[in-house]
């Protein structure tokens, strides 16, 4: 399908895992994909893998959680590109209760997950506006929506995403801005295998397996299943759609009791 031509996306975590994923789903069904990520070298590659499949894409350096970096980078890119479609995918994790986050902790969770998802709606939203049209698709999680054990500073920037993708969604309803989120649960991706490379170097598959089956269906997310939704939310398709927080998780949150 072709449901995105003569699109532009800017996906930001788009060098490894579901942003990966996202970009590659989006540029086969036509956009041009603009990858923001900290990581050169993956983000590069990802870029050859969409040129070698046909489609195009390039990649940007930026910390998204520098106001004035994204500010500078994303204003030149939608002159160059008006840019139609934001996914914001970067993101960090961090396992432990209120007891094991520090400040630091904290900090550094709030500067990536919340700011960053800010930085980069406030920097697209006044153009999308000017245009009338845009979509907005930010990564949220089931941690947004029921208490997980040991995720406390995760699940409050998660919590976050959730309520600022409501918020837009409702002051620019007239405006042809949609904004939606996404709510994956365990996803397979390079995080899950380093930690349990890291903290299970002994029995990593007996603990994928335990992993695996905390989702009621029986197995873990693919990127590629999270990037299916994420480019249907992109489209034309889900006009109809915005304000909606979409849990794919394989029936955790409703089924997982």
């Keep these: 399908?072709?449901?995105?031509?003569?699109?532009?996306?800017?996906?930001?975590g788009g060098g490894s895992g579901i942003g990966q994923a996202v970009c590659q789903r989006l540029a086969g069904e036509g956009a041009h994909v603009l990858i923001v990520d900290l990581n050169m070298d993956t983000a590069q590659q990802t870029v050859e893998q969409i040129q070698a499949s046909g489609g195009t894409a390039s990649a940007h350096s930026c910390d998204i959680a520098n106001t004035q970096a994204v500010k500078e980078l994303f204003s030149e890119l939608d002159e160059q590109n008006p840019i139609d479609i934001l996914v914001n995918s970067a993101g960090i994790a961090h396992i432990g209760t209120i007891e094991q986050c520090?400040?630091?902790?904290?900090d550094r969770l709030y500067q990536v997950n919340v700011k960053g998802?800010?930085?980069?709606?406030s920097a697209l939203v006044p153009t999308m506006k000017a245009r009338q049209r845009g979509a907005i698709v930010n990564l949220a999680s089931v941690a947004s929506s029921v208490g997980i054990a040991d995720r406390?500073?995760?699940?409050?920037?998660?919590?976050?995403?959730?309520?600022?993708?409501?918020?837009?969604?409702k002051d620019y309803i007239g405006d042809g801005i949609r904004?939606?989120?996404?709510?994956?649960?365990?996803?397979?991706?390079?995080?899950?295998?380093?930690?349990?490379?890291n903290n299970y170097p002994d029995n990593v598959d007996e603990m994928f397996d335990k992993l695996s089956k905390t989702q009621p269906i029986g197995r873990m997310g693919?990127?590629?299943?999270?990037?299916?939704?994420?480019?249907?939310?992109?489209?034309?398709?889900s006009a109809f759609i915005t304000?909606?927080?979409f849990p794919i998780d394989g029936g955790f949150v409703t089924l997982n009791n």
Excluded: W
Aim: with cysteine.
């Design 1 to 12: 399908m072709q449901r995105l031509a003569n699109k532009t996306a800017l996906v930001t």
């Design 102 to 106: 520090n400040e630091d902790d904290l």
């Design 117 to 121: 998802t800010y930085n980069c709606m």
């Design 152 to 169: 406390f500073a995760y699940s409050m920037t998660k919590g976050a995403v959730l309520t600022m993708t409501y918020s837009v969604a």
């Design 179 to 197: 904004c939606n989120c996404i709510a994956p649960g365990r996803v397979h991706t390079p995080f899950v295998d380093n930690f349990l490379a």
């Design 222 to 237: 693919k990127p590629d299943e999270m990037a299916g939704l994420v480019a249907y939310l992109c489209s034309d398709e």
């Design 243 to 245: 304000g909606c927080n």
